[in-house]
């Protein structure tokens, strides 16, 4: 099976089971903005949390294993290879996510808007 098509069927399989703070941030903000946002999204080798073509932009939700020296270094190459593609990466931990909600929306449609306004 190509590899493109092996990382559709885990982004599948993870868009069924999002983590308590995905969840949160999907359904209490992103799945209802008024530009598309999309859960679990395969771009080239990477699957994002989630990702907003207009703005192009990703937001990624770190949990604690993203504290490990190894996946840390994992996680600078992926924000690497997704800014060579234009995109803009924002990072926010599970804890953010779940006491600072409001700044977490507040910076997300803050990037949006910023990222689109040559757009319109």
Aim: proline share 2%; with cysteine; hydrophobic share 35%.
């Amino acid at each position: 099976m190509e590899q493109n098509q092996k990382l559709r069927k885990n982004a599948q399989r993870l868009r069924k089971n999002l983590t308590k703070e995905e969840a949160h941030l999907w359904y209490q903000f992103l799945c209802r903005y008024p530009h598309r946002f999309r859960r679990q999204y395969v771009i080239g080798n990477y699957i994002v949390d989630f990702y907003c073509h207009l703005a192009k932009l990703v937001v990624e939700l770190d949990g604690s294993q993203h504290y490990i020296p190894e996946e840390a270094h994992k996680d600078k190459i992926r924000t690497a290879y997704l800014e060579q593609q234009g995109l803009k990466v924002l990072r926010f931990t599970n804890l953010d996510v779940m006491r600072e909600f409001r700044s977490v929306c507040e910076m997300i449609d803050m990037t949006v808007k910023e990222r689109t306004v040559l757009k319109l």
